[in-house]
């Protein structure tokens, strides 16, 4: 396992990040104390949850599997922003829901610190300052040590930055996106802004939850039973069979099972090491439901795809672009001249 920087901070963290999202849902407490061993024997040390994960259950069980542990030896990360409650302010970016959720998150966790609090999603309803003056007064007192974002779109992440920054309050560290090859629209803002302002990427649904995973190939016209995307179906989720089973995706796929031969190595471990290869990325955060696929997504790290087979895969994955994506706003650009 490689270790990269969280972002501009002096943290050093696995380059996979082992997402807790399938505990206590696909996987077992035993199951997912094994995997997180695994994890850890094979050189991890960087682990995601989040309190909205089965309503609490995903940070429960690391906190049990944490107790065992020096919990300095790793690090932990969760979020806070969805519904917790039925309440009317058992949700969201106020003062009143951060401070209720991390002291919740604290408990569950079985810690006295959180080594990275991200907020999962923009809030409308608040003020940023109000959201931000409760981070900074959360590191002040030691019950976090540093703070990212999920799903912000770039103008509000550039907001929160510049606001944290001319008040003298902690500045976000991390960005939690959704990037994967069937996802490439965090490319447009989202990646350059976070290379320039310095920021950790740690991608999740990094197989888009399991399309990447190998066992999906054109020809098949139902989803695999009892997995995610069967069940996402069902539930309405966005990494649904309706929203995938297009020609766009089948064309990503056979460019990845392609690669994947030249190579001898998996779908999945293709999928996340052209994650990997790019010099935004830090982390990207696995997802597993059983040991098996736990092993397969670890040996996507220790190797690199050549240039020629990243480009593949660029090709076979690559957006349509328009104004201000296009290739002349990009000329424009660069040479300074209209
Ligand atoms: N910030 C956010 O809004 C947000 C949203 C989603 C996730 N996340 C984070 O990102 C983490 C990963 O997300 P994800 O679970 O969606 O990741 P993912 O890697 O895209 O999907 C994981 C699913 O793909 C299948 N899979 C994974 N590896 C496989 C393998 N080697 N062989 C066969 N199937 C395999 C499994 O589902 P099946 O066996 O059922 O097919 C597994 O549950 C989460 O745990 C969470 O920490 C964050």
Same mark, same amino acid.
């Given at each position: ?13 696995? /380059? ?5 999202? #399938? ?17 850890? &024997?094979a050189g991890g040390n960087f682990?995601?949850?989040? @309190? ?47 401070? @209720? ?9 079985? #810690?006295?610190?959180? @080594? ?9 309803? #608040?003020?940023?300052? /109000? ?5 900074? @007064? ?42 994967? %090859? ?7 803002? %989202?990646?350059?802004?976070? &290379?320039? /302002? ?29 997995t995610r995307i069967e069940e ?23 460019? %990845? ?6 190579? /001898? ?16 990325? #830090? ?56």
């Amino acid at each position: 396992m490689k270790y990269r920087m969280l972002g501009r901070t002096g943290l050093k963290v696995s /380059e996979l990040c082992f997402g807790a999202m #399938t505990f206590g849902r696909e996987a077992s407490e035993a199951d997912s104390h094994h995997m997180l061993d695994q994890f850890i &024997e094979a050189g991890g040390n960087f682990i995601d949850t989040a @309190d909205v994960y089965t309503q609490g259950v995903s940070e429960e069980i690391v906190g049990h599997w944490l107790n065992k542990k020096r919990r300095s030896d790793v690090v932990i990360a969760t979020k806070v922003r969805f519904a917790m409650g039925e309440g009317l302010n058992d949700v969201g970016l106020t003062r009143k829901h951060i401070m @209720d959720g991390v002291q919740a998150s604290l408990h569950r966790l079985n #810690t006295d610190y959180i @080594d990275l609090y991200q907020v999962h999603a923009w809030d409308p309803q #608040t003020p940023i300052e /109000e959201t931000l003056s409760t981070l900074n @007064d959360l590191v002040r007192k030691g019950w976090v040590r540093y703070i990212g974002v999920s799903n912000f779109r770039a103008w509000q992440l550039q907001k929160a930055i510049y606001t944290s920054r001319m008040q003298g309050w902690e500045v976000m560290a991390s960005l939690q996106p959704q990037y994967n %090859l069937l996802c490439r629209a965090t490319e447009f803002e %989202l990646l350059p802004l976070a &290379e320039h /302002e310095g920021l950790a990427v740690l991608p999740w649904s990094p197989l888009r939850g399991g399309w990447l995973s190998g066992k999906f190939q054109r020809g098949m016209n139902q989803p695999p039973a009892n997995t995610r995307i069967e069940e996402a179906e069902k539930q309405g989720w966005g990494e649904s069979w309706s929203q995938y089973n297009h020609e766009s995706t089948w064309k990503v796929l056979d460019a %990845l099972f392609e690669v994947a031969k030249q190579i /001898e190595k998996s779908p999945a471990q293709v999928a996340l090491n052209w994650l990997l290869s790019h010099k935004a990325v #830090t982390a990207p955060i696995i997802g597993a439901r059983n040991m098996e696929q736990l092993e397969s997504n670890l040996g996507a790290s220790g190797w690199s795809l050549t240039p020629n087979q990243v480009a593949q895969l660029n090709e076979a994955s690559h957006l349509p672009v328009s104004y201000p994506y296009d290739e002349a706003s990009e000329q424009q650009q660069q040479s300074g001249r209209v």
